[in-house]
């Protein structure tokens, strides 16, 4: 992030900025806006000049407000408005009861892929347009991840282990002062790529550098450069913009390229050889291969290939957890109720763990009710995002919302606002203050009773699950698959804490920074950790 902030100040880079934001401006004063005439806006003024373009512009500042007038005015009515955005590209905001509505599109008539695809920069800055125009690694990991999560268990807490034995250390006298966002984005890539590649490349310090380098440059290409970059420009601004990128790639493969190849052989030579006896490892290679194969995907059969599939996926693994956690830890810290929190959690996952024999499995981590509840209960009231289960209309003719009467046109963004959604108070009392155990309390009061969870009114309130009312890892068919894999991680990583240091509360939260359409954890604040007296690997 330090380099991000870095490369952002830099006198060239602001130069740049600015002149693609003048001529940004120009193209937008001149645009002609095809969004639903008969749609209220928030944040615009009609009677001003320009008022479509003056709002997009403020919107950089203004989302947080303006989410809260929509949601009071428009959509607790049940009714949809247009929400300005800083790329000049305004977007449907639906109402809550519109979620079926949305969610019932075909992926050809509504696309969550051709959202991604524009909102991320698919043309640059992924090394190669493909990967997002087909996202075959997510189809990867829907395919494979949920069944064969398991086995990993091991593996991701041996991580956890190493990563924070090393940079949280071992002294039981001394406190040590730990910048968390810079060492979540150190100790993330190594659980994640354990499950992408295994041993040792996910100790590899110069390839974990260059993944969480790929991560941030995409954040800076995607949402900052080519979002202020008009459309004609784009073409020669956006391999410019990625180079960073690309390069980042390329010093990746001096290690994945090796692995990859190795691993092609052994499946070729095991399908042609009976005899041969290889044990095939439970990675994410494997499974590309392995699915690849079966399906006759030759195009995803190439290490070249292989290797920049790596790259979205470490990109969605590392930020977001990274982010997650982040918040999650100083939203547990700055309460008055930290010490029992914390007590709480290290009660459970010491429990859990001798019920387990020592050993994490999925069934155990699935008991682990408080750590599960904590982490939620950041994702709702810390959220990152404010707007999800975006979709981009995909007809030449666009999409009629009959219940409504309105047509939207091709290219048109259409999503919820999550933001207010999860600070309803009609949904979730007191919906500003953080309450670790919010979620847990009521399912650890059924299992003690004799009565069904759900008659306690607790069903769906699993980190995991989605809903219309908890929309982190969006909802439906296009949920994120990679949420099983990262629940556990951060459970893991939350009892690996609570079970082998102390950590000092925080007087009062680091205020998140609201950046355009996003609320960014605080990363430059740190806490305070000892290692607890006796303390072992458990």
Request: glycine content about 4%; aromatic content about 10%.
């Amino acid at each position: 992030m330090d380099a991000f902030l870095q490369r952002l100040s830099s006198p060239a880079v602001a130069i740049s900025i600015l002149l693609l934001a003048v001529y940004s401006f120009y193209n937008r004063l001149t645009a002609v806006s095809n969004i639903p005439a008969t749609l209220p806006w928030v944040g615009k003024n009609p009677s001003k000049v320009f008022a479509d373009t003056r709002a997009n512009l403020a919107s950089f500042s203004s989302v947080r407000e303006w989410l809260e007038v929509g949601y009071s005015k428009y959509g607790k009515k049940n009714m949809s408005y247009i929400l300005p955005d800083i790329s000049g590209k305004p977007q449907v905001v639906l109402p809550r009861s519109q979620m079926p509505w949305l969610l019932e599109q075909p992926d050809n008539i509504l696309s969550t892929s051709a959202f991604h695809y524009d909102t991320l920069e698919g043309d640059y800055a992924f090394t190669t347009p493909q990967i997002l125009k087909d996202p075959y690694h997510e189809h990867v990991i829907h395919k494979y991840l949920p069944r064969r999560i398991a086995p990993l268990i091991p593996d991701m807490w041996e991580e956890i282990q190493v990563a924070m034995d090393q940079t949280w250390g071992k002294d039981t006298k001394a406190w040590k002062e730990i910048g968390i966002w810079e060492n979540m984005m150190r100790i993330i890539p190594s659980i994640t790529n354990r499950m992408m590649l295994g041993l040792p490349i996910c100790r590899n310090e110069d390839f974990l550098k260059n993944m969480g380098k790929f991560a941030m440059d995409v954040i800076s290409s995607a949402s900052i450069y080519l979002r202020l970059t008009p459309r004609i420009l784009k073409p020669i601004i956006g391999p410019l913009i990625t180079i960073p990128n690309t390069r980042h790639w390329r010093n990746t493969t001096k290690y994945t390229l090796p692995i990859i190849n190795e691993r092609l052989a052994n499946f070729k030579r095991m399908q042609e050889d009976p005899s041969f006896q290889w044990n095939e490892p439970n990675d994410y290679i494997s499974w590309h291969i392995n699915l690849a194969t079966a399906e006759g995907r030759h195009d995803e059969l190439t290490p070249d290939m292989i290797s920049r599939r790596l790259m979205p996926l470490n990109f969605a693994a590392i930020h977001t957890t990274a982010l997650t956690v982040t918040n999650t830890i100083f939203d547990l810290l700055s309460s008055p109720s930290s010490s029992n929190w914390l007590e709480g959690i290290r009660e459970e996952a010491e429990r859990v763990l001798a019920e387990e024999d020592g050993q994490w499995t999925k069934a155990g981590l699935g008991r682990c009710h408080r750590s599960d509840s904590a982490i939620r209960e950041s994702m709702r009231v810390s959220n990152f995002m404010t707007r999800n289960v975006l979709r981009k209309v995909m007809p030449e003719e666009g999409i009629e919302n009959k219940a409504e009467g309105w047509r939207a046109p091709q290219g048109l963004l259409i999503g919820v606002d999550m933001h207010s959604v999860q600070h309803d108070p009609e949904i979730y009392p007191d919906p500003n203050t953080y309450d670790a155990f919010r979620f847990s309390r009521p399912r650890e009061e059924a299992d003690a009773s004799t009565v069904h969870s759900e008659v306690n009114g607790i069903k769906n309130t699993g980190l995991i699950t989605t809903s219309d009312i908890f929309l982190p890892f969006s909802h439906g068919r296009h949920a994120c698959p990679g949420r099983f894999f990262v629940s556990l991680e951060m459970k893991l990583l939350l009892a690996y804490m609570v079970m082998n240091y102390d950590v000092e509360p925080l007087k009062s939260r680091p205020p998140n920074i609201w950046f355009g359409q996003s609320s960014l954890p605080p990363m430059k604040a740190t806490i305070k950790v000892r290692r607890k007296e006796g303390a072992t690997k458990k």
